[in-house]
């Protein structure tokens, strides 16, 4: 069944209802107003530049105090990670205590005896380790991190309690790329602007897929589902979000962001200084894993030119076959077949299945011209 999906909320067409703006301050109780709930500080947008974090960190009005918390943790330490963790939330105690209501989480620093602790993993739980305090409402958590990038980290991140983010890694890329011609004659200001609303625009779309039209909606709602982490990990740090298949915990994600540290800092410099790209979004051959890699592509295009099935089913194989690479949960799963046949009596007959079948809501870009025609006829 093909089925044009439209959704909820169209984050173009009906902009004017949707909102991007977030409130930094302390939220009084609303039971009891007072003047000091009305003290709060719109941005209008949730990524920060440089000089708006700037800002925020040395604000002078009353009302207002903010305070740098360090996502670090000594590299080769036992359990540094868990460690670090602690300290970062005992830290935030004392400064909520202290009068803060500001608490910017930075990874700023990094050397090779400090390694970054993951944004969203400080940042998550940190945000349930206050909500298990009571005192999360006193509080706005704004994220200095290198790692957020793209959309899906920024949408993460602000559906796990983040109200603003500087991702300042990226506009260093940007003033490189500037700087070097890339963007053509395109100033650094102009840049980042439209790297701001690039990604405010692709945050807008996400949410609107739920039918929320504004972020402050969306701040903290964590409409997440996780994907291979274990039930201790998520019960702690990403509370209440569901994890079905489980999998990895804190020590494996100490053990990968490690890994990338010592590449970053190697004890011995071979005389190569550039960093391996990865292959997240291009197949490379030492990167990471992609279904469509040169002898998957070669061995599709081969088929359909050839029409040869031999090496359709080749290529089937090696797509549908990754369970030794742990590409695809399909391929993690097998089929567990009863152990006496089911009566034939007992199965519908086909003259009866395809009674059921509905084509009306299929466009004529959702299937083919034939597979409309055989649908029809059936």
Known sequence: FAQVTNPP???????????????????????????MACRQVKLMSPILTNEELAKLCHIDH???????????????????????????????????????????????????????????????????????NRTRTQVALLVETGEAR???????????????????????????????????????????????????????????????STLQSYHGAQIFEALGLNQALVDQYFTWTPTRIEGIGLAEIEEEILRRHRKAFPPRLNGVEVLDPGGVYQWRYDGEQHLFNPQTVHQLQLACRTGNYNVFQQYSTTVNDQSRKLATLRSLLTFKFANEPIPIDEVEPVEEIVKRFKTGAMSYGSISKEAHETLAIA
């Open 62 to 132: 009353e009302g207002f105090k903010a305070q740098i918390l360090p996502m670090l943790f000594t590299a080769g330490n036992e359990d540094g990670l868990k460690t670090a963790l602690d300290q970062l939330f005992a830290q935030a105690d004392e400064a909520i205590h202290n009068g803060v209501n500001i608490l910017v989480l930075s990874d700023r620093g990094v050397n090779a005896k400090q390694a970054p602790i993951p944004a969203l993993l400080a940042t998550a739980g940190l945000h349930h380790h206050l909500i298990r």
């Open 150 to 212: 793209e959309v899906h980290h920024f949408s993460v991140l602000i559906g796990y309690g983040a109200t603003g983010i500087n991702p300042y890694l990226a506009f260093e890329t940007i003033d490189q790329m500037v700087a070097e011609g890339t963007l053509g004659e395109e100033s650094v200001e102009d840049a980042h602007y439209h790297y701001v609303k690039a990604a405010v625009k692709g945050v807008l779309k996400v949410i609107s897929k739920m039918g929320i």
């Open 9 to 35: 909320l169209d984050g173009i067409r009906e902009e004017l209802v949707t909102a991007t703006e977030m409130m930094i301050g302390s939220e009084e109780n609303l039971l009891n107003p007072t003047e």
